[in-house]
């Protein structure tokens, strides 16, 4: 059974631009999370999307936005870019309480 | 504030011997606690769960213990392999609030090294 992917690996921007992230979840999934980890700070809730709506977010401003596709797979933008975007950006999915993760995406905002 | 704590940033243990990772919790309604093992430049990788309905879990050389009185969850590695090293998080869920949100909260991780 093939895992959750992400897409690109690595992503440099610089600031003011905007960065799109993508997710596809395990077959079967429904919900797609999303994460940021950045330097120091632990992983922290962004957003959770299912059945193709967002249902939830964490504690970050409406730049950071997303969506879910009709087959489940996920997106998540980022608009005006700021240098303390820079993060590991992991992507999860699921169907009940226990959450897959992809192997992330590295934005690097210069 | 953190709600979820692991207060070892780091763990050496000689290999075939336990380790044993902590973890401390201060919202009571979390129901739902899981483990994640991190490898660098990878994805959490999923290891064990445990609903609050319980106080012990195994799978394997993996067993995850809860305290609730306590907040109180760990994660005991039993016997413990080279393999083992990487960064150790664990996360709570919240079942009762945010709709069907299962968003978890991780702590910040302990890097477990286990030494041949």
């Known amino acids: 059974e093939a895992g959750v992917t992400q897409s690109p690996t690595h992503l440099i921007k610089t600031r003011g631009q905007q960065a799109t992230l993508r997710c596809s979840p395990i077959s079967g999934h429904t919900s797609v999370y999303w994460y940021q980890q950045a330097l120091g700070l632990g992983l922290q809730f962004l957003l959770w999307y299912d059945e193709g709506e967002e249902r939830n977010r964490g504690n970050f401003p409406p730049r950071f936005s997303g969506r879910q596709f009709p087959n489940y797979s996920s997106e998540l933008n980022v608009n005006a870019l700021e240098l303390e975007d820079s993060a590991l950006y992991l992507c999860?999915?699921?169907?009940?309480?226990?959450?897959?993760f992809g192997p992330g995406t590295r934005l690097t905002v210069t | 504030d953190q709600q979820v704590k692991q207060n070892s940033p780091s763990l050496s243990v000689q290999e075939g011997r336990i380790s044993i990772l902590n973890c401390d919790y201060t919202?009571?309604?979390?129901?739902?606690f899981l483990w994640y093992k991190k490898y660098p430049a990878e994805g959490p990788t999923f290891l064990i769960s445990?609903?609050?309905?319980?106080d012990k879990n195994e799978d394997g050389r993996f067993t995850v213990f809860l305290n609730k009185s306590a907040k109180h969850l760990s994660l005991h590695i039993v016997p413990s392999q080279p393999g083992d090293s990487a960064v150790y998080f664990c996360?709570?869920?919240?079942?009762?609030?945010?709709?069907?949100?299962?968003?978890?909260?991780f702590g910040k991780g302990t890097k477990l090294s286990v030494i041949p």
């Open positions: 445990i609903s609050s309905i319980k």
């Open positions: 919202n009571s309604m979390f129901d739902y």
């Open positions: 999860a999915s699921s169907l009940a309480r226990e959450q897959y």
């Open positions: 996360a709570a869920s919240d079942g009762y609030s945010g709709a069907g949100s299962y968003q978890l909260t």
